[in-house]
């Protein structure tokens, strides 16, 4: 379970938000709405320890998000960042970013079957796909990691329909992951459990 209690973000010319205070139920699937530039993938990068809140506080599973305990916390995370930017051109690139064992390897292949790009991944370049195919290619590769807390900001920016149900059928096999995310769109948006509006 993650629990946010009483988080104040700031930038030197925004303030993100003010005693802000939500939790996270194991297995639920909660989408951090509001119009842009409000903060939602700032609260993402508040989960993973990125940026640093000036107060509050965030559990995980009941232990206190730190210094001491942020590497142990992130393990147990995978965060697909906004417009799959990632400093790979790849899908074996991304293997090797993300020190894929064999076996997730084998999952990472799986998971492209199952979104329909399985010829986008190996060594084809990134700039011979379009964004949707590279973005279901990340999405493939954070699921096959199998963390229980699955950060996903914009995930279906770049997918049409037909994607997107492919990903509701992905992710409805998979059991117990708790997804926090962010979206624009209402498809997403209708298919979390919730809606924390910032
Ligand atoms: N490191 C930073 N330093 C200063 N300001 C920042 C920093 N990161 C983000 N901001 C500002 O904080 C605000 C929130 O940004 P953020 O990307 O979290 O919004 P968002 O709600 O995810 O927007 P969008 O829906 O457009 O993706 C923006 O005005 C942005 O310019």
Redo the contacts with the bound molecule.
């Keep these: 379970m993650i629990k946010c209690e009483k988080i104040n973000l700031s930038?030197?010319?925004?303030v993100?938000c003010e005693n802000l205070s939500f939790d996270v139920l194991r297995g639920e699937s909660i989408c951090?709405s509001?119009?842009?530039?409000?903060?939602?993938?700032?609260?993402?990068?508040v989960l993973m320890g990125f940026?640093i809140p000036q107060s509050g506080r965030i559990q995980i599973d009941g232990v206190e998000l730190n210094s001491t305990t942020i590497m142990a916390i992130r393990n147990k995370m995978i965060w697909l960042p906004?417009n799959s930017n990632l400093p790979v051109d790849s899908a074996n690139e991304l293997v090797d970013l993300l020190q894929m064992k064999p076996e997730q390897v084998e999952s990472f292949q799986l998971f492209q079957d199952r979104l329909g790009v399985r010829e986008c991944g190996g060594n084809k370049s990134f700039t011979e796909i379009s964004g949707g195919e590279k973005q279901r290619i990340v999405l493939s590769a954070c699921l096959s990691l199998d963390r229980p807390i699955i950060l996903l900001?914009?995930p279906v920016s770049a997918l049409d329909d037909h994607s997107i149900d492919l990903l509701f059928a992905t992710l409805d096999s998979l059991s117990n992951k708790t997804i926090v995310s962010?979206s624009?769109n209402k498809k997403w948006i209708n298919y979390c459990n919730r809606t924390i509006e910032?």
Excluded: A, C, V, W
């Excluded at 930038?11 to 925004?14: A, T």
């Excluded at 509001?34 to 990068?45: D, E, Q, T, V, W």
């Design positions: 930038f030197p010319r925004q993100i951090l509001g119009p842009s530039g409000k903060g939602k993938s700032s609260l993402l990068k940026l906004q900001d914009e962010t624009h910032l």
